[in-house]
């Protein structure tokens, strides 16, 4: 045991734990969150379509990547899972600037960085992935995890950007319907 490991057991839990209120806030209205109605609508507003699937795949990633994370168990899928969803959000709150108090990436790019880590790190000797003999928990995974994240990410955004320019390029008042 190493204080590399205790180190890990803090970062995954904190990390995960806040990933799965913020999940549970989309999916279930956990937390004080909206619930998946008002995650749906939001989705949409920002460009997400459908956005109740949006919604919800962003709420899985979140809540079951943190949950994976939090407990050292499938530390390259639910850290790639955290990550791609944060890498997200920090591209649809990059117009903001950097710093949270505005409304910018700092908090989903420090999350998504983390998460990052983690997965390259692996999760430490106190985790369920070490009890499981690394059954998920594989160098060729960790691999794959962190070379999917950039692609996924970079086609979520594209296409935000695709739904935004036809909304752009509809006339006033025929907007579709959210969900």
């Given at each position: 045991?190493?204080?590399?490991?205790?180190?890990?057991?803090?970062?995954?839990?904190?990390?995960?734990?806040?990933?799965?209120?913020?999940?549970?806030?989309?999916?279930?209205?956990?937390?004080?969150?909206?619930?998946?109605?008002?995650?749906?609508?939001?989705?949409?507003?920002?460009?997400?379509?459908?956005?109740?699937?949006m919604a919800t795949v962003?709420?899985?990633?979140?809540?079951?990547?943190?949950?994976?994370?939090?407990?050292?168990?499938?530390t390259p899928a639910g850290?790639?899972?955290?990550?791609?969803?944060?890498?997200?959000?920090?591209?649809?709150?990059?117009?903001?600037?950097?710093?949270?108090?505005?409304?910018?990436?700092?908090?989903?790019?420090?999350?998504?960085?983390?998460?990052?880590?983690?997965?390259?790190?692996?999760?430490?000797?106190?985790?369920?992935?070490?009890?499981?003999?690394?059954?998920?928990?594989?160098?060729?995974?960790?691999?794959a995890a962190l070379a999917?994240?950039?692609?996924?990410?970079?086609?979520?955004?594209?296409?935000?950007?695709?739904?935004?320019?036809?909304?752009?390029?509809?006339?006033?008042?025929?907007?579709?319907?959210?969900?």
């Open positions: 045991m190493t204080t590399g490991d205790v180190a890990a057991l803090a970062i995954r839990t904190g990390l995960g734990a806040t990933l799965f209120a913020h999940g549970t806030q989309k999916l279930f209205g956990w937390f004080g969150g909206g619930g998946l109605d008002a995650a749906a609508s939001g989705f949409h507003g920002m460009g997400y379509r459908p956005g109740r699937p962003a709420g899985l990633c979140e809540a079951a990547g943190g949950a994976a994370l939090a407990l050292g168990l499938g850290g790639a899972a955290a990550a791609g969803a944060m890498g997200v959000a920090a591209e649809t709150h990059a117009p903001n600037g950097f710093f949270n108090t505005e409304g910018g990436l700092e908090y989903p790019a420090l999350i998504a960085l983390s998460a990052t880590a983690l997965v390259a790190q692996g999760p430490g000797r106190l985790s369920l992935d070490e009890a499981t003999r690394h059954v998920f928990d594989r160098p060729w995974m960790r691999l999917a994240v950039p692609p996924a990410v970079a086609a979520v955004v594209a296409r935000k950007h695709r739904s935004l320019a036809e909304d752009a390029a509809e006339p006033e008042g025929s907007g579709s319907a959210s969900g």
